[in-house]
């Protein structure tokens, strides 16, 4: 077994509806895969609406475009155990980041924003893994209203 990290992030849905954000972007080290192992996205809005929220995970071969991120050392699952290799980015407030050139998407759900989204793998065999080439994979979020608080996280193995 790999060693274990999470990341997580709150920050507000694109300033226009129905667009895709990328709220969390993971980048394995050269060589390297991340094995997605959990994600769950919820709404922490202080007046909860019945927004439709499309939650997407993506397999990229590049970065996309970003107004401002910020740099996220993931945090480990085991104290004892050592430092990521992957480099980690957050979507940074209302800022826009656009997804990088996508490969595919494994996963692409709809939730009513008063719910919570989460996939779970059963186990090592239901692991999403980055592209081989370039490896990143994005955590992607579009809300149908403007500027929506969203809460991302997602657990991976290296």
């Given at each position: 077994?790999?060693?274990?990290?999470?990341?997580?992030?709150?920050?507000?849905?694109?300033a226009?509806?129905?667009?895709?954000?990328?709220?969390?972007?993971?980048?394995?080290?050269?060589?390297?895969?991340?094995?997605?192992?959990?994600?769950?996205?919820?709404?922490?809005?202080?007046?909860?609406?019945?927004?439709?929220?499309?939650?997407?995970?993506?397999?990229?071969?590049?970065?996309?475009?970003?107004?401002?991120?910020?740099?996220?050392?993931?945090?480990?699952?085991?104290?004892?155990?050592?430092?990521?290799?992957?480099?980690?980015?957050?979507?940074?407030?209302?800022?826009?980041?656009?997804?990088?050139?996508?490969?595919?998407?494994?996963?692409k759900?709809?939730?009513?924003?008063?719910?919570?989204?989460?996939?779970?793998?059963?186990?090592?065999?239901?692991?999403?893994?980055?592209?081989?080439?370039?490896?990143?994979?994005?955590?992607?979020?579009?809300?149908?209203?403007?500027?929506?608080?969203?809460?991302?996280?997602?657990?991976?193995?290296?």
């Amino acid at each position: 077994m790999g060693s274990e990290f999470t990341a997580n992030v709150n920050a507000t849905s694109n300033a226009t509806a129905n667009t895709d954000d990328v709220f969390i972007l993971l980048k394995a080290a050269a060589s390297q895969t991340i094995l997605l192992k959990r994600v769950r996205v919820s709404f922490a809005a202080t007046t909860p609406a019945d927004w439709e929220a499309q939650i997407s995970v993506g397999r990229d071969s590049a970065t996309g475009t970003v107004t401002t991120s910020a740099a996220f050392t993931p945090i480990k699952r085991r104290q004892a155990g050592p430092a990521s290799v992957s480099t980690a980015q957050t979507k940074s407030t209302t800022n826009s980041f656009a997804e990088g050139t996508n490969v595919d998407k494994p996963i692409k759900a709809s939730v009513n924003t008063r719910s919570v989204f989460e996939w779970i793998a059963r186990d090592e065999y239901d692991y999403i893994e980055s592209p081989l080439s370039a490896s990143y994979i994005s955590i992607i979020v579009q809300v149908s209203t403007a500027s929506y608080l969203v809460n991302a996280e997602c657990d991976w193995e290296e």
